[in-house]
T-cell receptor, first 117, second 112 residues
């Protein structure tokens, strides 16, 4: 199993450009999520999904869109990149959903470092 | 609101010594698990240990153990016999409504 695969590893965008960060998992996990990591801020939840066709907002959703058309894939879209979106982005998945997943640890991808100039 | 607080932004320890990283949390959940993750310079997020809140016995994984004080909502991580490879950011995490909330992290440096 490859686990959680994120692409690209690095990306530089100009302000106003759009792009999609890809995330795929091969563990048949129902739950998938996106976090951003900024210095001194820890990991903050952007969006999450408890199954195909279901998405919801996390703590910092503004400026980002997600969709979940399949169990395996959970892309994150930046509609119009801003310098404030410069960050490291992590995709993560786990088995189960809601309270039935509380004992399940998150499995993380290796992250995408995004710079917006 | 659920919160996770790591009060030590940075710590250092000599190789082979013991260090404890602190974490306090606030949750309205009744049955939950708490997690510690390690992030070495490679940026990879690695699960270190997890603790079920209903278990009184503290979890242990080799050199890593927790001191879980449920009433105080405290979940500290003890690293024994510290090794150079333990140098990393450490994050504790607490669940809320099926998601994990992370603390801001503690940067641990192990010195030779």
């Amino acid at each position: 199993n490859a686990g959680v695969t994120q692409t690209p590893k690095f990306q530089v965008l100009k302000t106003g450009q759009s792009m999609t960060l890809q995330c795929a998992q091969d563990m048949n996990h129902e739950y998938m999520s996106w976090y951003r990591q900024d210095p001194g801020m820890g990991l903050r939840l952007i969006h999450y999904s408890v199954g195909a066709g279901i998405t919801d907002q996390g703590e910092v959703p503004n400026g980002y869109n997600v969709s979940r058309s399949t169990t395996e894939d959970f892309p994150l879209r930046l509609l119009s990149a801003a310098p404030s979106q410069t960050s490291v982005y992590f995709c993560a998945s786990k088995n189960g959903q809601g309270r039935s997943s509380y004992n399940s640890p998150l499995h993380f991808g290796n992250g995408t470092r995004l710079t917006v100039t | 609101a659920q919160t996770v607080t790591q009060s030590q932004p940075e710590m250092s320890v000599q190789e082979a010594e013991t260090v404890t990283l602190s974490c306090t949390y606030d949750t309205s959940e009744n049955n939950y698990y708490l997690f510690w993750y390690k992030q070495p310079p490679s940026r990879q997020m690695i699960l270190v240990i997890r603790q079920e809140a209903y278990k009184q016995q503290n979890a242990t994984e080799n050199r890593f153990s927790v001191n879980f004080q449920k009433a105080a909502k405290s979940f500290s991580l003890k690293i024994s016999d510290s090794q150079l490879g333990d140098t990393a950011m450490y994050f504790c995490a607490c669940p809320t409504s099926g998601n994990l909330i992370f603390g801001k992290g503690t940067k641990l440096s192990v010195k030779p």
